[in-house]
């Protein structure tokens, strides 16, 4: 062939194709409904009945609507499950408005700071143009909540419910984006006009300002304190007055985020190495963005025994592969693609990071395992995006989607073999703005 693409190829292409007895037929059947039902063998749905041999008690699940924050409501069902149960509060849910608020405020500041570091670099610096791209977005990091928990508290979703602006978030960040790097050439015309440090930050905290009355426009006022006033499930009832954020944290979970780790399954990354990400990392004296890339089989150990001691586990995956929403399905063996178009897809975990075909793209909460001699073969999956989809909000995923999608999971130290735990306590590597972890 040669370099440009002629007419003879694609007379040769056609015949080819003509030749293939069940094109028209499968051309048909795809043409009419899509690729993913065209692919699914609902033969396979026999091996996802969900029924799992681990299972942990949870609750209705929760619905992030129209917003990219899968990870702090992910984040916060793993600690409202423990909540519910501890004070008998069927369904509790924290504001995850509330801290949506000050992600995106930390996330302004983290922006407008980055300019300033970078302030004499030139337009087209890759570093400076990552964090233009990354902008202020409603994406996020488990470590992210960690670090608004430690550092703002909780409220429950009562006190700050969500807001249009909360549950879809696209108008507030296009204009919020737009105003920041707005802000971001100020800050540069104010340095080539001769200012200092202290000047560009006196600029900043300007902007800040400006960035604090849009929130409170889409999202609310935060609250400083309140009552909290509820029934349990006993019907009786409690007061607490006039408690801080912090001092309701503190008082009612207090969960030691320090005692939690981050391990990863990356192959294209050094095994048992420690990573941080600093342009994910927008508390800057808050937890870090940090992971620990022990393999997989580290992953799912520590999984599997948070589950058995009764523990949710956050995690983060590539789910827009091999997915149905509607059914709740999370599984490769279940879409036949490469067999549907005759065609070969198997590149590797390690390949899909590496081409940027693989991403952590979403965050949910694993609820439960099925065993069978000792060995998982499917998981129970809490997602964030309404009881409507899968079975009233839960998702099932085989163990092979796990092996091939699952990048990160969020549990306690005291989960980790004595060698993982060397790997999380060693001297962390620190990765760019543009790795396939970041």
Known sequence: MTKDLTKKDLRQFKTDLDEVPVSKALARAVQQNGVLKSSADHTFLKNLNR????????DSVTN??????????????????????KYKVKDFQFSQNYNSFYDRLEKANKMLETAIELIDR????????????????????WANGAALINKYGLVPQSVMPETYNSEKTKEISDVLNYKLKNDVVDLRAHYQAGATEDELRAEKKKQLAEVYRMLVY?????????????RDDNKKYHLDRDLTPQEFFQKYVAVDFDQY??????????????????????IFDGKQVELANVGLKSVKDAAIASLKDGKTVWFGCDVGHYSDRQLGILATEYFQKAELFNIDLTINKAQRLATREGECSHAMTLTGVDLVDGQPTKWKVENSWGDK???????????????????????????????????????SKALKPWDSLS
Request: a negative charge.
């Open 51 to 58: 029924t799992f041999s681990v299972e942990v008690e949870t």
């Open 64 to 85: 992030q609507k129209q917003s990219g924050r899968c990870w702090l409501f992910a984040t916060l069902n793993t600690l409202r499950h423990d909540f519910a149960k």
């Open 122 to 141: 030139p337009d087209d610096d890759r570093e400076y143009l990552a964090m233009l791209q990354w902008g202020d977005t409603d994406g996020g990091q």
């Open 218 to 230: 889409a999202f609310g006022q935060p609250p400083v304190s309140f009552d909290f006033e509820y």
């Open 261 to 282: 780790v981050v391990l990863a399954d990356a192959p294209d990354h050094e095994r048992n190495q420690n990573f941080v990400i600093p342009s994910q990392n927008y």
């Open 389 to 427: 989809v899968g079975e009233k909000g839960y998702f099932i995923m085989s163990d092979e989607w796990f092996d091939q999608y699952v990048y990160e999971v969020v549990v306690e130290r005291k989960y980790l073999t004595a060698d993982d735990l060397k790997v999380v306590d060693s001297p």
